[in-house]
T-cell receptor, first 110, second 116 residues
Framework: QKEVEQNSGPLSVPEGAIASLNCTYS??????FFWYRQYSGKSPELIMF??SNGDKEDGRFTAQLNKASQYVSLLIRDSQPSDSATYLC??????????WGAGTKLIIKP | DAGVIQSPRHEVTEMGQEVTLRCKPI?????LFWYRQTMMRGLELLIY????????DSGMPEDRFSAKMPNASFSTLKIQPSEPRDSAVYFC??????????????FGQGTRLTVV
């Protein structure tokens, strides 16, 4: 059973601080890694994807991938109240299937 | 493009009734996915199509669920008969590809189904 694990939270972070979201996966053959954001009552939307080991930065967001440790993370710098949402980690496995984590609820406190 | 369009947005039905959920994917996307989301189980893939052909339906809970994609611009998910445990938000998503770089899945707004 291929799995993607996330801490369900909620993760509470003060406004302006760095929010760190983590995800581990079981399939070593996984190829692509995605972070989706889902606001309450809305649909998931893609915010970052990463394919290679290391860091990938996009504005206030940085995705980090470590395939040896089977670990992917998302850092949000200068957190804003509008970042409060559930963050879903999705991993494309060796069969090109997207496996989803249960999501981490992030709360940014003003 | 207007994005992935789902209908209805909300559906309340009585146990035992047939429910049909509809989806129009983004034009040009070859992949269409049906997901179910609940608090307990998170986001679950039910079935996906490639070029209108069902590829993997192993996530379909049981025979009460069926999905069709008669053409590239339309898909349905049917539950017959519906049960209270089917209550969830059902998402349709489409993607251009699942290999290479352009693998983003675009989600519709979802259908919130309540079976009473």
């Amino acid at each position: 059973q291929k799995e993607v694990e996330q801490n369900s939270g909620p993760l509470s972070v003060p406004e302006g601080a760095i929010a760190s979201l983590n995800c581990t996966y079981s399939d070593r053959g996984s190829q692509s890694f995605f972070w989706y954001r889902q606001y309450s009552g809305k649909s998931p939307e893609l915010i970052m994807f990463i394919y290679s080991n290391g860091d990938k930065e996009d504005g206030r967001f940085t995705a980090q991938l470590n395939k040896a440790s089977q670990y992917v993370s998302l850092l949000i710098r200068d957190s804003q109240p509008s970042d409060s949402a559930t963050y879903l980690c999705a991993v494309m496995d060796s069969n090109y299937q997207l496996i989803w984590g249960a999501g981490t609820k992030l709360i940014i406190k003003p | 493009d207007a994005g992935v369009i789902q209908s209805p947005r909300h559906e309340v039905t009585e146990m035992g009734q047939e429910v049909t959920l509809r989806c129009k994917p983004i034009s040009g996307h070859d992949y269409l996915f049906w997901y179910r989301q609940t608090m307990m189980r998170g986001l679950e893939l039910l079935i996906y199509f490639n070029n209108n052909v069902p590829i993997d339906d192993s996530g379909m809970p049981e025979d009460r669920f069926s999905a069709k994609m008669p053409n590239a611009s339309f898909s349905t998910l049917k539950i017959q008969p519906s049960e209270p445990r089917d209550s969830a938000v059902y998402f349709c998503a489409s993607a251009f590809t699942v290999t290479g770089m352009n693998t983003e899945a675009f989600f519709g707004q979802g259908t919130r189904l309540t079976v009473v």
